[in-house]
Each structure stands twice: as structure tokens, then as C-alpha cells.
């Protein structure tokens, strides 16, 4: 049974970092794409970050247009982990943030390439 657990979320004030973490068990997923979604109050569940494997050793990441150069996103295959170090913190980044993953190869780019889905972490940014 595939498990994906996120931790790392938490109450910061604007311009204050946070690091999310999602630790993956029941599969590998080293050659296939994981990444991160964010749902606000009231909102659709958005694309956030994703890293995905083009071969080898190689990986490459996707990020949402307004995290960009805020938000960092990495993964580390031995321990089936990725994580997403989000810096300069605004409100509008307040949201349950989701870890997904995929059993396809491919890129995750929307909520229709993941398979599987953490619970969710709280991040709160107050301004």
C-alpha cells in the first residue's frame, strides 16, 4: 500500500521560510515524477512544483509561475523523500499543501499526473 506523509507545515510571518517534507513507502518512486499542490480556502488545488526524471541520473523541476525563485523544490531517491523549501513567504502562499507522486513516467504538471496523494500540511503566513 503506497503511503505519501507530508511534515514540515506551520503558522510564519511574511518574508519567513518553511521546509515541507513528504516521505513516500509501499513503492520507489526514483524514476518517476513526485512534486506538490496547494489548496487555499475557498480555491482549486494548484500546481506548485514538481521533479521529474528525464533519464540517468538526471531530473528536472517545473514551478508555478508565482513561486518561481521562491521555492525550491528537491528529492532524495534513498530515502524516497522529496521536499520543497519555500522562502520569502507572502499570505497569499497560506494553504493545505499536498505531496503527490506518479507511477507514470512522465512530468507532473496538474492534478491529472499524480496517482497518489499525501493528507496535507497547514502553512499559514501572516502578514
Known amino acids: 500500500q503506497v503511503q505519501l506523509v507530508e511534515s514540515g507545515g506551520g503558522l510564519v510571518q511574511a518574508g519567513g521560510s518553511l521546509r515541507l517534507s513528504c516521505a513516500a513507502s509501499?513503492?520507489?518512486?526514483?524514476?518517476?515524477?513526485m512534486g506538490w499542490f496547494r489548496q487555499a480556502p475557498g480555491k482549486e488545488r494548484e500546481f506548485v512544483a514538481s521533479v521529474n526524471w528525464s533519464g540517468g541520473s538526471t531530473y528536472y523541476a517545473y514551478y508555478a509561475d508565482s513561486v518561481k525563485g521562491r521555492f525550491t523544490i528537491s528529492r532524495d531517491n534513498a530515502k524516497n523523500t522529496v521536499s520543497l523549501q519555500l522562502n520569502s513567504l507572502k499570505p497569499e502562499d497560506t494553504a493545505v499543501y499536498y505531496c503527490?507522486?506518479?507511477?507514470?513516467?512522465?512530468?507532473?504538471?496538474?492534478?491529472?499526473?499524480?496517482?497518489?496523494w499525501g493528507q496535507g500540511t497547514q502553512v499559514t503566513v501572516s502578514s
Open positions: 503527490a507522486a506518479s507511477i507514470r513516467v512522465g512530468v507532473i504538471r496538474g492534478q491529472y499526473d499524480s496517482d497518489y
Open positions: 509501499g513503492r520507489t518512486f526514483s524514476r518517476n515524477p
